[in-house]
């Protein structure tokens, strides 16, 4: 059995679909956010995409940002500005 609710919002509809066998204890499904994945160069694990991603574009994939002062180069604009401040 499933119920449906719908929100109209500025011209955009919001469908939210709930079974009850979900609510009564049926399957329970993680949000994709938390699902675990592993890194498929180096098979680091992660607990969710997002620091998947993070990990992919620090360690596999850096692009390098360059001190204007020094011209010493650094993975991340955070690294940059940590550099700076001190």
């Known amino acids: 059995m499933e119920m449906e ?18 609510i009564l204890g049926g399957e329970q499904k993680k949000p994709h956010w938390l ?3 592993s890194c498929p160069l180096c098979n680091r694990v992660y607990s969710n995409l997002s620091n998947l991603r ?12 360059t001190c204007k ?6 993975k991340t604009d955070l690294y940059l500005r940590r550099h700076l401040i001190r």
């Open 69 to 74: 002062l020094c011209y010493k180069t650094f």
């Open 54 to 65: 993070q990990h992919m574009k620090l360690i596999h994939n850096p692009t390098l940002v």
């Open 5 to 22: 609710y719908s929100i109209e919002n500025d011209k955009r509809e919001l469908t939210i679909v709930s079974r009850t066998d979900d």
């Open 35 to 37: 699902d675990p994945r």
